[in-house]
């Protein structure tokens, strides 16, 4: 089993930036793909972007590509997503997840674990 817990999330202007991380507790963290998604008021919660258990391939959805970075470092049982450029639109709660498999995280949108939440806000 694992348990997420996301953390640096906050107040940031529209064209700022982001940090997110996501810390995991196991020690079989590189068997898992990771991923990020959000909900935003009033919506459903949609994929943000992946990440595969190497690192080697990674996933965004359209409406981040280019302005978001997915990164993990399997020494440290941590997932971050690096939010550059940032739009009022991006206000969500932002959620890590994990599953055994990379389809989970990006195709079916099902994965096993997910972590509590962060909440990120985007003024004008």
């Known amino acids: 089993q694992v348990q997420l817990v996301e953390s640096g999330g906050g107040l940031v202007q529209a064209g700022g930036s982001l940090r997110l991380s996501c810390a995991a507790s196991?020690?079989?963290?590189?068997?898992?793909?990771l991923g990020w998604f959000r909900q935003a008021p009033g919506k459903e919660r949609e994929f943000v972007a992946g990440?595969?258990?190497?690192?080697?391939?990674?996933y965004y959805a359209d409406s981040v590509k280019g302005r978001f970075t997915i990164s993990r470092d399997n020494a440290e049982n941590t997932v971050y997503l690096q939010m550059n450029i940032l739009k009022l639109e991006d206000t969500a709660v932002y959620y890590c997840?994990?599953?055994?498999?990379?389809?989970?995280?990006?195709?079916?949108?099902?994965?096993?674990?997910w972590g509590q939440g962060t909440q990120v806000t985007v003024s004008s």
């Open positions: 196991g020690r079989t963290f590189s068997s898992y793909a």
């Open positions: 997840a994990a599953d055994p498999t990379i389809n989970a995280v990006v195709v079916s949108a099902r994965p096993d674990y």
């Open positions: 990440i595969s258990r190497s690192g080697s391939r990674l």
